[in-house]
Nanobody
Framework: QVQLKESGGGSVQAGGSLRLSCEVSGYRYSSKCIAWFRQTPTKEREGVAEIYTGDGDTLYSDSVKGRFTISQDNTQNTAYLQMNDLELEDTAIYYC????????????????WGQGTQVTVFS
């Protein structure tokens, strides 16, 4: 059974940093796409960052480029999202998801999702 376990959310002052982790277990393929999405009550869920574990290729949304960094461990089963210079607008529930291929931060194809972790940025 595929499971995704997220951790690392919390509350931080604007300008601060947080690091999210997503551990994937039970996925049959070693090379995979692990992505982070976020959602607020007033916005549709949006893709934030993705990494293809086979070659380390990454993609970021314009809203986080230069501030967030996605990386992976050497098992290809854990992805990290280092979030620096956090802004109030980054407040959201962050979800990680896994798919066989990356699709440019689009949700389609991501059939397995974590439970989400809350990130709150305050002034």
């Amino acid at each position: 059974q595929v499971q995704l376990k997220e951790s690392g959310g919390g509350s931080v002052q604007a300008g601060g940093s947080l690091r999210l982790s997503c551990e994937v277990s039970g996925y049959r393929y070693s090379s995979k796409c692990i992505a982070w999405f976020r959602q607020t009550p007033t916005k549709e869920r949006e893709g934030v960052a993705e990494i293809y574990t086979g070659d380390g290729d990454t993609l970021y949304s314009d809203s986080v480029k230069g501030r967030f960094t996605i990386s992976q461990d050497n098992t290809q089963n854990t992805a990290y999202l280092q979030m620096n210079d956090l802004e109030l607008e980054d407040t959201a529930i962050y979800y990680c998801a896994v798919s066989i291929n990356c699709r440019g931060l689009e949700e389609r194809g991501f059939g397995r999702w974590g439970q989400g972790t809350q990130v709150t940025v305050f002034s």
